[in-house]
């Protein structure tokens, strides 16, 4: 863990509602600009998105395969993935520098979050080597993409609790053709949006354990 991570202090936002890609998207660029000009705090933003498509940097359109849903360019790291209603995403926003090696550990951190959370509710997901993200017999539950500026992390994870799998048919997730992506529903596990965002929190305390998290009122917009 990098030196800047002791003692630094991460506000937990829980935003209720679907929020806008490009809305939030935006909010990130201009909390990390703040972290980088000042040097804190971090961000751990909870929240789910309405129905979007979103292009990364190794993304192509050509992997989208039906427009009707919106499609919006993003910076984070990976391809294409679709958000919306039914699936959790958590944004973690946090200082990496000086440890130059702490980008892989990061993105390893994340995957542990929402392995170790899906464990705490029977099911047993693991990481692929190649390819991030988290899987459940090799179909995948959750999708993780990062963007680092200066030395500060953002972008994250998206849980499917209980999305509409049919919005994955339209494109080629995360540019893995043949690959099925599945949710906690499919797999038969119920949990509440405001269950599963509790247990990631828990787990982002023994991912992180010399942050301090600090709750913050959340605006909705």
Same mark, same amino acid.
């Given at each position: 863990?990098?030196? !800047?991570?002791?003692?630094?202090?991460?506000?937990?936002?829980?935003?209720?509602?679907?929020?806008?890609? +490009?809305?939030?998207?935006?909010? !990130?660029? !201009? *909390?990390?600009? @703040?972290?980088?000009?000042?040097? =804190?705090p971090g961000?751990? *933003?909870?929240? #789910?998105?309405?129905?979007?498509?979103?292009?990364? @940097?190794?993304?192509?359109?050509?992997?989208? /395969?039906?427009?009707?849903?919106?499609?919006?360019?993003?910076? %984070?790291?990976?391809?294409?993935? *679709?958000?919306?209603?039914? +699936?959790?995403v958590?944004?973690?926003?946090?200082?990496? %520098?000086?440890?130059?090696?702490?980008?892989?550990?990061?993105?390893?951190?994340? #995957?542990?979050?929402?392995? +170790?959370? /899906?464990?705490?509710?029977?099911?047993? $997901?693991?990481? #692929?080597?190649?390819?991030?993200?988290v *899987?459940?017999? =090799?179909?995948?539950?959750?999708?993780? =993409?990062?963007?680092i @500026?200066?030395?500060?992390?953002?972008?994250?994870?998206?849980?499917?609790?209980?999305?509409?799998?049919?919005?994955?048919?339209?494109?080629?997730?995360?540019g893995?053709?043949?690959?099925?992506?599945?949710?906690? $529903? @499919?797999?038969?596990?119920?949990?509440?949006?405001?269950?599963?965002?509790?247990?990631?929190?828990?787990?982002?305390?023994? +991912?992180?354990?010399?942050?301090?998290?600090?709750?913050?009122?959340?605006?909705?917009?």
């Amino acid at each position: 863990m990098g030196a !800047q991570m002791a003692g630094s202090i991460v506000l937990l936002r829980k935003s209720s509602g679907c929020l806008d890609y +490009q809305s939030v998207l935006m909010a !990130q660029r !201009q *909390w990390v600009e @703040r972290m980088v000009a000042t040097g =804190g705090p971090g961000l751990f *933003w909870l929240l #789910e998105h309405g129905s979007v498509y979103t292009v990364g @940097r190794s993304g192509q359109h050509a992997e989208i /395969l039906d427009r009707a849903i919106p499609v919006v360019p993003t910076d %984070r790291g990976g391809r294409v993935t *679709w958000h919306g209603p039914g +699936q959790t995403v958590g944004y973690v926003l946090i200082d990496l %520098r000086p440890d130059h090696h702490a980008v892989r550990a990061h993105v390893y951190r994340l #995957e542990e979050m929402v392995i +170790q959370t /899906l464990a705490g509710l029977g099911v047993e $997901a693991e990481r #692929e080597s190649h390819h991030p993200g988290v *899987w459940v017999n =090799g179909e995948k539950i959750a999708a993780l =993409g990062v963007r680092i @500026r200066h030395g500060v992390a953002y972008h994250g994870f998206a849980v499917n609790r209980d999305p509409d799998l049919k919005a994955f048919a339209a494109i080629v997730p995360c540019g893995l053709s043949g690959r099925g992506v599945t949710s906690l $529903a @499919r797999l038969g596990v119920t949990v509440s949006r405001t269950e599963l965002e509790e247990r990631l929190v828990l787990a982002f305390q023994k +991912q992180f354990p010399l942050v301090r998290m600090m709750e913050e009122p959340c605006p909705e917009s």
